[in-house]
């Protein structure tokens, strides 16, 4: 197609860029400096509100994310985990979040031990005649054993199974119009609530059948209710409104309800009479306008249940029964929580031969109750407006509003109380609130636990500075006595915000010896790690210069004896701290960097966690890359030596190690006193690393700014060996979607693009040819079959650029600023440098243009052609070959995209100007 004589057009660099660039004018100010006022030409902003755009460069700290402080000591709840503001305003939605709760607190266990009030639920089975009590024990000795002597033991997923039968065959008979069905099996339900013998069981038990109550519940009101609406034979007779009277209400339906509570006051035991009743409260407004005053009767029958797991159960069923009734009279639940002092004292000093296993499950039992206190105490602060009133019910205030705090309480009712007062409370009665957890000191909760809970309820509003004082060296004092690291640890970990925010540095120093020095006698358990990790996290969130947490002597001394994740978490936290300020230069701190980093390295769960998301090996990487050691480059490359030692699975790193490497070689380069060798023990240590870098896109792109580099030191032959590196790395299958197309294929292509305009810098091969390099790429091409032709085209185009620009005269750029020595200078001038350079260009046109005709889509065709087009018009001196290839690219460019497309019109203007009018439209 080409002659042999094809020239390739001169050009002059310096001049054309001095015809294209801009006039320029030096400003007064940074563009994006913030002045006084807004300069001439500038346009100022005005904010109107509009959200849709968000300028990074103005946003304000105000809108910043949540930082970790702000996220630092809030209190899990214990019990119901209800804190949705959500929930608080739907009761019903509130309790089926707490019930749900309620059952992964407590799961049901794998096997379940009835006992002979269960017929209900092992239908058929043959009785064991043991006592209950004793029969759980024997399970939990040998439960194999036991069931193969005939106990009735079922597993856990039957027992909730059958459950849910019974509940569906009471809706079933209900609607067959078996009512006095439905209303047995509901008592035979609610008598299984008077078995406690299985106790972690017994949680699910109470949440399955109070479903069962309320469904009976809900479908009596709805019978009651269809009767004072509608006469016998079905015509309406009024529509209740929803605050109706015991007066609307017609005789036949006040009968049938008066039917129904006859029927379960008949009910011989006290538990399932009082559930049942529970679950019908509502309808007594059929009979009454003050149907409250039946409950607080109910509230005095529970009383009389002598079990206390199953009596605290009840008044929890109590108290969500009451809700339903909307009334702010929240005197039957201070009455409950009253009775629940004596039911918990009952339980701390029960005795063997009172009650066995009582004192054999007393710490399950209190945690099976403290749900239901957790509940009840809620239901009573949700619409307070007299919180002294409360108190002075529950015997803790006064008629001043203040707290008493010379007479004791259940330490368990404490906790949740000082967990539902209000904050503006707690903050002004801290010191009362103390003098009660001194002396509430029982077995029913951990007095430390309280101490934390005031902690952490005190962070949620400021207090006075006297108060904050007062309250702080009781704590000290509190803490002192604590011998058990875990207390300590508890105990700080809520007050260390205040510690911190009110400047107490010796206290903090205080507590942090306190820790060191109980964490060195017994070591460090599991469970306290997580609230040191917190404690240390507070510590390190609040301090801006790493070097005044390294000047805690305690603090060294408890990371040291960490260990597992927390240490990892803590660790993070420490190198986010010390990243945080830029440029790390101290060589102290390095050093301890550098052992966090290891630290945090050598951990198990660092090493499974995946690269992709591992916020650990992130961090590591921006420390390497942030240690500054100035002009000790010597020190700063041996620094990276360690580096790449010491954490050689994290696959990121090893790119920081290469640019950093490189950086130094030209650090050294701008230092002209350094000697070549260390810029060569720059380049080496970048050419061990990279074979081991396993990103395709990336290696090429570190093959290539090492070359380069390596030119700006004058190394060619490190330079060409770089170059066949990255050339090989390219023939390297990436990995491939299901097209076989690599999942960076812009990015390769972008890659490869770059190491062309590289190759104007590199000196020709005496040996292999000055078109070496763009021989190799070009078979290479041809031998990728995943390549697409829109690909293709742009190589075989920049291959064309490139052997233009070394056919000049003078090169548009030179490496080490001309000091090596180009190709312009070797080769110009030379015939066979030329007939090389256009045999190569014969070549690639021929390849360009086949490629052109393979792409399968018109449109993308047309504009691979037009670029071509545009790409060898500018490269090549008028000819009769250049201008009919040029002229067929523009045919192919009108076939395809129109006559008037605007790409193919600036196209024709383009090689009017510079080739035969022959070409022209």
């Given at each position: ?8 057009r001169p050009r002059n660099y310096t001049a054309e860029k001095?015809?294209?660039?801009l006039p320029r004018s030096r400003a007064d100010g940074h ?841 060898i018009a500018s490269s090549f001196i008028p000819s009769q ?41």
């Amino acid at each position: 197609m080409l002659s042999n004589s094809m020239e390739f057009r001169p050009r002059n660099y310096t001049a054309e860029k001095q015809a294209h660039a801009l006039p320029r004018s030096r400003a007064d100010g940074h563009p994006l400096s913030a002045p006084s006022s807004p300069p001439r030409h500038q346009v100022e902003v005005v904010d109107d509100g509009d959200t849709d755009y968000l300028d990074p460069l103005r946003r304000s700290d105000n809108n910043a994310a949540v930082s970790i402080e702000d996220l630092e000591g809030i209190e899990d709840s214990s019990a119901s985990g209800l804190s949705s503001e959500a929930s608080i305003q739907n009761p019903s939605k509130e309790w089926v979040s707490f019930k749900r709760s309620l059952m992964q607190r407590f799961p049901v266990s794998k096997t379940v031990l009835t006992s002979s009030m269960s017929d209900v639920i092992v239908k058929g089975r043959k009785t064991f005649d043991k006592s209950s009590t004793n029969m759980h024990l024997e399970e939990l000795e040998d439960p194999e054993k036991f069931a193969e002597e005939g106990g009735k033991v079922i597993t856990g997923q039957e027992y909730v199974s059958r459950l849910h039968e019974l509940k569906a065959e009471i809706n079933h008979t209900w609607h067959a119009d078996d009512r006095v069905t439905s209303l047995k099996l509901s008592i035979k339900v609610a008598k299984l609530l008077m078995d406690t013998s299985i106790l972690q069981c017994y949680p699910t038990l109470f949440v399955l059948a109070t479903d069962i109550m309320d469904m009976l519940g809900d479908m009596v009101w709805e019978r009651i209710k269809l009767k004072a609406e509608l006469a016998e034979d079905g015509t309406k007779l009024c529509l209740l409104p929803e605050n109706f009277m015991a007066s609307d209400i017609c005789s036949d339906a006040k009968e049938t309800c008066n039917n129904w509570f006859s029927k379960i006051g008949a009910i011989r035991e006290l538990l399932p009479r009082i559930y049942l009743e529970l679950a019908l409260l509502p309808c007594w407004r059929f009979l009454h306008d003050r149907p409250l005053d039946c409950l607080q009767r109910l509230v005095m029958m529970t009383r009389g249940l002598a079990d206390p797991l199953a009596s605290a159960y009840c008044r929890l069923y109590m108290a969500h029964c009451f809700r339903k009734l909307h009334s702010h009279d929240i005197g039957c639940l201070l009455t409950c929580v009253n009775d629940f002092k004596i039911l918990l004292m009952r339980v701390i000093s029960a005795k063997e031969t009172f009650h066995r296993k009582l004192t054999e499950n007393k710490r399950l039992l209190i945690s099976l109750m403290e749900p239901t206190i957790d509940y009840i105490m809620k239901c009573i602060f949700k619409n307070v407006s007299e919180v002294n009133d409360v108190l002075v019910e529950l015997g803790l205030g006064s008629n001043q509003v203040e707290l008493r705090g010379r007479f004791p309480c259940a330490s368990i009712i404490l906790h949740h109380l000082v967990k539902q007062l209000p904050s503006q409370v707690v903050s002004s009665s801290a010191m009362e609130i103390i003098q009660l957890i001194d002396s509430s000191n029982d077995d029913s909760y951990d007095q430390c636990l309280n101490y934390r809970l005031l902690g952490f309820r005190l962070c949620e509003r400021k207090s006075e500075m006297g108060t904050v004082n007062a309250v702080v060296d009781k704590i000290i004092q509190v803490i002192t006595q604590y011998e058990g690291l875990d207390e300590y640890l508890k105990v700080v970990d809520a007050y260390v915000d205040i510690f911190l925010q009110n400047h107490m540095d010796d206290h903090l120093n205080s507590i942090l010896e306190g820790i060191s020095n109980r964490a060195c006698s017994q070591g460090i358990a599991e469970d306290e790690l997580t609230t040191l990790q917190s404690i240390l996290v507070k510590l390190l969130s609040y301090y801006e210069d790493l070097q005044d947490v390294i000047a805690m002597t305690p603090f060294l001394k408890i990371l040291d004896l960490m260990h597992g994740s927390s240490q990892s978490i803590v660790n993070m936290q420490i190198l986010d701290m010390g990243i945080r300020n830029g440029y790390i230069r101290d060589r102290t701190t390095i050093q301890f960097l550098f052992e966090i980093s290891q630290a945090l390295h050598d951990d198990e769960i660092f090493v499974n966690v995946k690269d992709d998301s591992n916020q650990a090996a992130r961090l590591i990487s921006s420390f390497v890359s942030l240690v500054d050691y100035g002009g000790e480059l010597e020190s700063h490359l041996t620094f990276l030596v360690e580096c790449r030692a010491a954490f050689g699975s994290i696959h990121w790193l090893k790119e920081t190690l290469v640019h950093s490497s490189n950086c130094l070689a030209i650090k050294a380069l701008k230092d002209g006193s350094r000697h070549i060798s260390f810029i060569k023990s720059c380049i080496a240590f970048s050419e061990v690393t990279l074979p081991s870098i396993s990103a395709q896109t990336k290696q090429l792109n570190l093959y290539l700014e090492t070359a380069e580099v390596a030119l700006l030191g004058g190394l060619v032959s490190h330079s060409d060996g770089l170059i066949d590196s990255a050339i090989n790395s390219l023939q390297i299958s990436e990995v491939m979607d299901g097209s076989r197309t690599p999942t960076d294929a812009d990015g390769i292509l972008s890659s490869i693009l770059k190491l062309f305009s590289l190759l104007v810098m590199v000196p020709g091969n005496p040996e292999h040819g000055v078109t070496f390099y763009p021989k190799n790429l070009v078979s290479l091409v041809n031998s990728q079959p995943w390549m697409p032709p829109r690909m293709r085209v742009k190589i075989f185009c920049a291959v064309v650029s490139l052997l233009a620009a070394l056919s000049q005269r003078d090169l548009p750029y030179h490496a080490d600023k001309g000091k090596l020595l180009g190709n312009d200078i070797l080769f110009f001038g030379h015939s066979l440098y030329l007939s090389e350079l256009a045999l190569m260009c014969k070549f690639v046109l021929q390849n360009l243009v086949d490629t052109i005709q393979q792409e399968p889509s018109k449109a993308a065709r047309g504009s691979m052609a037009l670029e071509a087009c545009n790409c060898i018009a500018s490269s090549f001196i008028p000819s009769q070959e250049i201008s009919s290839i040029c002229a067929n690219l523009i045919e192919t460019g009108k076939s395809c995209m129109g006559t008037s497309h605007p790409y193919l019109l600036s196209t024709i203007k383009f090689t009017d100007q510079l080739l035969l009018p022959s070409i022209a439209v």
